[in-house]
């Protein structure tokens, strides 16, 4: 529609637009622009009607939207000619067709952004009943909602629930070999199930027109935060790491969460493998680095007010991360060892993790009031010392990472560290070539 207007409005074009409608009694419709202001709109129609309308409206350019390729090539179904057809199905271009075919890449957060302040968007999800908001309320709404939408913009502008029920029952049928090769491929490829529903199209380089044609530069990817958590139990760390590595690639607003899930997943995995998961302290920390290779990984905690108690009740040799994705100030909580610098001697701390890709964030003392109350009540942990611990995805982020309002280390001890995702990657083995013989 959004074409259809600009060739109407901008260009002046006569437009007629023939789309499907799921609507009860609405059936296929039709909206025909002159180019001069004006629209027509019809409904419930058959392709006898669309034969008459077209016939009646002459030349126009033609824009068809909801329909199969075998629907929209029949010569009964009154679709053809028209110049774009706009399809979430698989379009398959044949050698002597001389159509394009182009892919519209997923919105990015800040695009929804601009859209979420320049409509009704805040009212008609629920969020709130006024747009009269403060400046710094629009961003905290849009992350939110994009957690659960992802870039699809009509799961953005449903309710909150809505998204959510919709993410759930399309990730309930996944197994996890489905996952393997749903959740991040490249070329553009679509399939009939449900998690198609979670899935968008993504170039790399959007100001590169010849992006938008060629399906070696399309990847899909579940780029809703809320579906990742609930396939990131059935999904291996590799394929976790794909997903992190390509939204760090185009800066998608999924970069965040992914970063954050694969962390969870390479603890969750650590004891098995024998091998810790190392957080690179930044020069100059009171430790060198922290290893997190704990027995339990435990995911609990359904809103802020049902996580608080599980630092109460949080055992020995446990990493604990809230299941409500929006649990403030900190993303983890895990016993852990600290190793000052040149030493293999270690201290046994609780590390009150804060997982980010940004190079800023506000350090809050009420809120470290609020855990440390909780973690006095612990009879196992209230002992043992404590640290807030920034954890980012390389050096470059932690070495120019600010906190800021952070408490001098006497107060509490605070430490910015890096969780590099290549520690991941299999290691590479020494080739040895025997060239003697040759």
């Known amino acids: 529609m959004l074409m259809a207007f600009y060739l109407a409005c901008i260009k002046k074009k006569k437009v007629l637009v023939i789309r499907r409608v799921k609507e009860v009694n609405t059936g296929i419709a039709v909206v025909f622009f002159d180019g001069q202001g004006s629209y027509s709109p019809q409904t419930n129609l058959s392709p006898d009607d669309l034969f008459a309308i077209r016939n009646q409206v002459g030349p126009a350019t033609v824009l068809v939207d909801g329909f199969r390729q075998d629907e929209a090539d029949s010569f009964t179904s009154g679709l053809l000619p028209f110049a774009c057809l706009a399809t979430s199905c698989q379009f398959d271009a044949k050698q002597d067709d001389n159509s394009q075919v182009v892919v519209l890449p997923a919105w990015r957060e800040a695009d929804l952004l601009e859209y979420a302040k320049s409509s009704e968007w805040v009212i008609e999800t629920g969020l709130r009943k006024t747009t009269q908001l403060k400046f710094s309320t629009w961003p905290k709404l849009v992350q939110e909602q994009y957690f659960y939408s992802g870039g699809s913009l009509r799961e953005f502008c449903r309710t909150r629930e809505d998204v959510k029920t919709r993410v759930v029952d399309a990730c309930a049928t996944v197994k996890d070999i489905q996952a393997f090769q749903l959740v991040y491929s490249y070329g553009g490829a679509k399939t009939e199930d449900q998690v198609d529903r979670i899935r968008r199209h993504y170039i790399a380089d959007c100001s590169m027109e010849e992006h938008y044609r060629k399906r070696s530069c399309w990847v899909l990817s579940v780029d809703s935060g809320y579906a990742l958590t609930k396939l990131g139990t059935i999904i291996d760390t590799d394929k976790q790491l794909s997903v992190y590595d390509f939204a760090k690639c ?78 403030p100030f900190i993303d983890a909580v895990t016993t852990c060892q600290a190793f000052p610098s040149g030493s293999e001697e270690f201290d046994t701390i609780v590390a009150y993790l804060q997982v980010t890709v940004a190079g800023e964030k506000k350090f809050k003392e009420g809120r470290l009031r609020r ?68």
């Open 371 to 438: 855990l440390n109350e909780e973690m006095d009540k612990n009879p196992l942990l209230k002992g043992m010392k404590r640290a807030f611990v920034v954890v980012g995805p390389n050096s470059s982020i932690c070495e120019g990472f600010i906190l800021h309002d952070a408490p001098v280390p006497t107060t509490f001890l605070t430490m910015v560290s890096c969780f590099d995702p290549e520690q991941l990657k299999p290691e590479k083995a020494d080739i040895h070539v025997d060239i003697s013989r040759a």
């Open 250 to 327: 185009i800066g998608g607003g999924f970069h965040g969460v992914a970063y954050e899930l694969l962390l969870h997943n390479a603890v969750r995995g650590a004891f098995t493998k024998g091998k810790p998961i190392v957080l690179k302290m930044r020069e100059g920390s009171k430790y060198e680095r922290i290893e997190i290779r704990v027995r339990h990984v435990v995911c609990i905690g359904e809103n802020e007010a049902a996580c608080y108690p599980c630092l109460s009740a949080l055992d020995k040799d446990t990493y604990w991360y809230p299941s409500y994705p929006f649990f």
